[in-house]
Each structure stands twice: as structure tokens, then as C-alpha cells.
Nanobody
Framework: QVQLVESGGGLVQPGGSLRLSCAASGIIFSSGTFGWYRQAPGRERELVARITSGGTTNYADFVQGRFTVSRDNAKNTVYLQMNSLRPEDTAVYYC?????????WGQGTLVTVSS
């Protein structure tokens, strides 16, 4: 059974940093593409960053060089390092894995950026 478990969310002040983790099990971790998405209250879920099995990354325009997605195949974990956080980054962040027609989501972790 595929399981994605996010962690690392919390309350941070504007300008601060957080690192989110997504621990995966039940999959061939080195395969597929991992994505980080977020959903703020009253808004649709949107892509934040994505990393392929080959390590290619892409980011949403609003990231503007502040976030970095990475994967550690030895630890079956994907990370999202978020720097220079802004109040508008407040959202539930979700880990997503996709391989062919199969897709799975984690339960999400809440990030709140506030002073």
C-alpha cells in the first residue's frame, strides 16, 4: 500500500524558513515524479514544485527562487526547503507521487506564516 507522510509544517514568522519532508512507502521510490502542492483556505490546490525520477525540477512562478525541492532515494524521502516565507505562503502543503496512471497524495501539513 502506497503511503506518503508529510511533516515539518508549523508556524513561522515572515522571512523565516521551514523544511517539509515527505516519507514514502509502498512504492519503488526511485521511480515516478514527486510534487509538492498547496491549498490555502478558499482557494484551489496548486502546484508548488515538482521533481522527476531523474532529478529534474520545476517550480511555480510564485516560488521566485525561494524554495528548493529535492529527493533522497536512500531515505525514501522528498523535501521542500522553503526560505523567505511570506504570509501568502500560508496553506496546507501536500506531497504527491505519480507514476503512469497511478497517483497518491499525503494527508498534508499546515504551514502558517504570521508574525
Amino acid at each position: 500500500q502506497v503511503q506518503l507522510v508529510e511533516s515539518g509544517g508549523g508556524l513561522v514568522q515572515p522571512g523565516g524558513s521551514l523544511r517539509l519532508s515527505c516519507a514514502a512507502s509502498g512504492i519503488i521510490f526511485s521511480s515516478g515524479t514527486f510534487g509538492w502542492y498547496r491549498q490555502a483556505p478558499g482557494r484551489e490546490r496548486e502546484l508548488v514544485a515538482r521533481i522527476t525520477s531523474g532529478g529534474t525540477t520545476n517550480y511555480a512562478d510564485f516560488v521566485q527562487g525561494r524554495f528548493t525541492v529535492s529527493r533522497d532515494n536512500a531515505k525514501n524521502t522528498v523535501y521542500l526547503q522553503m526560505n523567505s516565507l511570506r504570509p501568502e505562503d500560508t496553506a496546507v502543503y501536500y506531497c504527491n507521487w505519480r507514476a503512469g496512471y497511478v497517483e497518491r497524495w499525503g494527508q498534508g501539513t499546515l504551514v502558517t506564516v504570521s508574525s
